[in-house]
Each structure stands twice: as C-alpha cells, then as structure tokens.
C-alpha cells in the first residue's frame, strides 16, 4: 500500500505530500516519514534534526528563513495542530523561477506536508491560534549558515491570507531585496 501520494508544485522538486491514513473504529495511523517511499518524491538524505514549534496565536508569521551551503537542507514540514498557510519562495541562483512561490494550507487534519529542496526560503503565517508544527530536516542548523528574506518584502509579495500579527525581530529585521540579490549558488 502506498503510504503517501505526491504531487508537484509549479517550482521544480517543490512537492506537496498526502499522507494515507489507515483507520477504523478505534482511531488511525498515519506514517509521518519512510525514507524509501519518499525517494521518489526527492528525499534523497538522512533526516539529521527534528523540530516542533508551538504558535499560540493566529496571524503570527514565521519564516522566511533558509540555509546557504554546505549546511543548505531540505526540509518536511508538516502541521500537527491547528492550520497554516505554508509558503516556500525559489532562491536558488540561475532557476527560471527564482523568486517564485508556492504556497499550501497545512493542517493538524488535512495530511498534508510540504517537501522543500535545498534552495528555498520557507515561512508561514498561522491561521488559527495554537499551531504546532513538525520539521524533519536533512541538515543541522549552523548559524553562519542561516539566511532570510524579510516577509514583507514587497518585491515577494507574498498575500499572507491575514494582516500580519506577531513576528520575531529577526524576521522584522531582514532585509528588503535589492536587485544585486542573486541567489543562493547549490
């Protein structure tokens, strides 16, 4: 039986994953991660570090953050509680989308993930309060390493579904692109 469905996104090796889930009268199972069915949808490394984030509050947004090489990841992120609009912007140096993105709802009840390559921005902005999340990285966070666009950038302009509520200072602080931008080279 296949255990999850992938489909791909207008940006090349950008993919939404649904999870099957197997139920009956006492509840379901639901595989969160198998690294031999994900293979073909373009997991092709060991998941170095697993992380859970609480969001209490509806319109706070997260994100845009990435990593430049050697430390660049992919990411599978997933909403175990609540729903978010989830959103990965193409910043890989020379793609014919660079600086596109695509967006999903991610839901502690759709089964839904979203498997980001090495070479995107990724954010989201909670759409109800009380979010947790699930990110299964194939890198470990390096400091030196870590990038960001701001969320509000208008050159992005990303349509965040609500007005914007909370957001850390790092993420305020980023800088708006300039046109000397070029990318992250992978």
């Known amino acids: 039986m296949q255990r999850f469905v992938t489909l791909d996104t207008p940006l090349a090796g950008l993919r939404t994953v649904r999870r099957t889930r197997l139920g009956d009268t ?3 199972l639901c595989r969160l991660f198998c690294a031999e069915e994900l293979e073909t949808a373009g997991w092709d490394k060991p998941v170095v570090q697993i992380n859970q984030t609480h969001t209490a509050a509806r319109g706070t947004v997260r994100g845009m953050h990435f990593q430049r090489p050697p430390h660049a990841e992919k990411k599978l992120v997933m909403c175990l509680r609540g729903t978010v609009w989830d959103v990965a912007v193409d910043v890989r140096a020379g ?12 839901s502690g009840d759709n089964d839904q993930a979203f498997l980001i390559p090495e ?36 050159r992005l302009a990303l349509p965040w579904p609500l007005p914007p509520g ?16 070029q990318g992250v080279p992978l």
């Open 26 to 28: 006492r509840g379901h």
């Open 166 to 181: 909370e957001m850390s200072e790092r993420d305020r602080a980023h800088p708006l692109l300039t046109p000397d931008f």
């Open 119 to 154: 070479g995107f921005a990724h954010g989201f902005q909670a759409l109800t309060d009380d979010v947790e999340m699930l990110y299964l990285h194939s890198a470990a966070y390096a400091r030196e390493a870590e990038g960001g666009l701001n969320p509000l950038d208008p």
């Open 95 to 106: 793609s014919p989308t660079f600086l596109h993105w695509h967006a999903v709802e991610l």
